[in-house]
């Protein structure tokens, strides 16, 4: 749950969640692993994914609280106080959630879903991997997890030296793809052959929260459907400038 305590505003969201609902809404069948807790956040979060056609068959509910991150608006770039992880700080995979998995042709995750030695076992099945490192473009981070990974986001400010470099390296260990996007100033993406630049579309921002999440569906989609790079990172710009004119992340 994203909580804004000074506007009394809250919302059911998170890197994933935002990624399927986004998905889902462009047609793509799509199922959330995760767990919430025993409280009114918990039920709110499986009351909008239901909505939005989501599988919940294997969103855990444990007694405790539902992770939590406190925000505030600079403006309108989304900031982010306070993590509580309640119960997703014990969250792991069951077998029978890795059996679940196993029957997708994709699974998006990140670092704070913990399953980085969970991802050999679902490439081995042919579940391309898509995991979005956020802002975290350190090669001692992302280094020993790109080798399990088809599809790696990365967020970063600028196209400089360093980021051209980072994401041929990290393409380098493996991934199919590698992308960073760079809020304002576009995306990049390379495929150990070409770098490709996307181009934003220009929209009046009102919350700067799930942009990232909403241009890694776009780009997904397009992928899924055999779009062509240039054609994904458009998309993406699309899905992201739809998501960045309205409060909520999707």
Same mark, same amino acid.
């Given at each position: ?15 994933? *969640? ?9 047609? *793509?069948?799509? !199922? ?28 855990? *509910?444990?007694?405790? !609280? ?5 925000? %505030? ?21 069951? %077998? ?45 981070? =992302? ?8 599809? /790696? ?11 051209? %470099?980072?994401?041929?390296? =990290? ?8 992308? /960073? ?5 576009? !995306?990049? =993406? ?15 921002? *009102? ?44």
């Amino acid at each position: 749950m994203d909580v804004y305590d000074q506007l009394n505003r809250m919302y059911p969201t998170g890197n994933s *969640v935002d990624f399927v609902i986004h998905m889902r809404r462009m047609g *793509v069948q799509a !199922s959330l692993v995760s767990v919430v807790g025993t409280d009114a956040y918990g039920d709110m979060m499986i009351d909008m994914l239901k909505t939005e056609k989501i599988d919940v068959s294997h969103l855990s *509910v444990r007694q405790g !609280s539902t992770a939590v991150f406190k925000m %505030e608006l600079n403006g309108n770039d989304r900031v982010h106080k306070e993590k509580i992880e309640g119960v997703m700080a014990h969250f792991a995979l069951n %077998e029978d959630d890795r059996r679940f998995i196993a029957e997708h042709d994709a699974l998006h995750t990140n670092l704070s879903g913990r399953i980085e030695r969970e991802l050999p076992y679902f490439r081995e099945r042919g579940v391309s991997i898509v995991f979005d490192f956020s802002t975290r473009t350190k090669k001692d981070i =992302a280094g020993p997890i790109l080798p399990d990974v088809d599809y /790696a986001f990365f967020s970063y400010t600028e196209e400089d030296a360093y980021i051209t %470099e980072f994401i041929a390296w =990290a393409q380098a260990l493996g991934p199919r793809i590698v992308i /960073a996007t760079l809020g304002e100033r576009g !995306s990049l =993406a390379y495929d150990g052959k070409t770098l490709y630049r996307g181009q934003i579309v220009p929209v009046e921002v *009102v919350n700067t929260v799930g942009a990232g999440d909403s241009f890694c569906a776009g780009f997904m989609y397009g992928e899924l459907q055999g779009w062509s790079i240039a054609e994904s990172l458009n998309h993406g710009a699309r899905t992201a400038a739809g998501v960045v004119t309205k409060f909520e992340p999707y």
